[in-house]
């Protein structure tokens, strides 16, 4: 029988939308495959599991907590983040490069994804982005805009300039099209605008690159020369113990507004356990003695350990992950067992989920935690830039 679906409620954090998620992954109105699929651009992935996994006296000499007790079941899946994340980085890109047959060529044998380096949706002449699905997406300013010549769209983030909310536009480019191609009359009308910027709009990319054959893993060397294979950072961390909140108890807790300071006290809780921060500091001159564990709690006799990979992360990567991590909670057979996989974006990318509209108001959050229970269910918080066109 499929699970029950609890159903969404939208918050206000300092900075951002929160948007909370109850469901169950067997119930037919679980978005949750699409939800992580269409988050193309992963600039870090965490594990954090819940003491239930670990006693401390069992960590206390160990150099890779994580690694020590992770489930059996989740070891292949966290084994397979580097090899499904092939993550390069290419220098001094010129837009006109996107537009060569040989990238073009990449969309037919894999999935590519771009997200430009060092680029600010906020004030940036033009900042790039290419989706897997073969879509150059271009976000740029007005003047850069009307001097380029190609139709777009008016952006509904409209960046630094707040007096003038048609500052920015949106233009796609099709690149796996099959009639885009030279003698096209659009293709030489793109062609012609962009080496018309010539290297005043050369980039650097981080690419993601996933070919259905293993054997065109090196294509990416192939067709931007110079780019190099970037390992990811990784990094593990266990806590002292502590309180920790009985997560279970969010099963039987409604979404409203009644109930949604404990959900923000427990999106705060899993994001100070993010930071490595130690809640049994209680020093008056301590910045966490002012979060509080959520309620009901109960004390940790384990340790909580969490394993961080950043780079860029693919959302491949993330469903074998969640999947994984799903089915080590349910062997455990404990009710109070559960595992937390959160996301962060790229903070500067023109979308976040699919081609919906990313902006960076303050903090140009687009990230997500997964809070895996028993049973298939799960809890999702999604933090949201104000100026996103995620819902």
Known sequence: MA??????????????????????????????????DQHNFNYALEVTLSDTFAKASDLLAEARPFISVVPEILKPAVA?????????????IPLEKWLSADVRALFARGKLYGACKDSRIDSDECVPCVLPSGLLLL????????????????STFYGRDSRNKENRRLIRVNLADQSFAPGNKLFERVTHCFKQRGSSWAH???????PMDA??????????????????????????????PCMESLLDLELGPATAERWLETYEWLGAMSCHLDLSDTSADSYSNTLTCPVPSREAPGAIVSARWIGMVAPQAVHRIVEAASQAVARTGRA?????????????????????????????????????????????FAAVDP?????
Not at 8 to 34: E, F, G, M, Y
């Open 215 to 244: 054997k065109d893993i090196g294509l990416i060397s192939t067709v931007f020369p110079g780019a190099t294979k970037t390992e990811l950072e990784h990094d593990e961390h266990k806590s002292k113990s502590m309180h920790v």
């Open 336 to 380: 109070d067992a559960w595992i937390a996989v959160s996301v962060w974006g790229f903070d500067d990318t023109p979308v976040s989920w699919g081609v919906r509209e990313h902006g960076y108001c303050v903090g140009g959050e687009n990230n997500y935690t997964m809070l895996l229970l028993p049973n298939s269910n799960y809890v999702r």
């Open 80 to 92: 397979s983040i580097d090899a499904d994340s092939s993550f390069f980085v290419a220098r001094d």
């Open 139 to 154: 976000s740029v300013d007005k003047t850069s805009y009307e001097q380029l010549g190609l139709d777009g769209k008016v």
């Open 3 to 36: 699970g029950s679906y609890g159903g969404r409620i939208s918050l206000q954090l300092s900075s951002a939308k929160l948007i909370v998620v109850k469901s169950n992954t067997k119930h037919p109105k679980s978005d949750n495959v699409d939800f992580i």
């Open 204 to 210: 650097n990319y981080s690419l993601c690159w996933q």
């Open 387 to 391: 100026h996103d066109m995620y819902t």
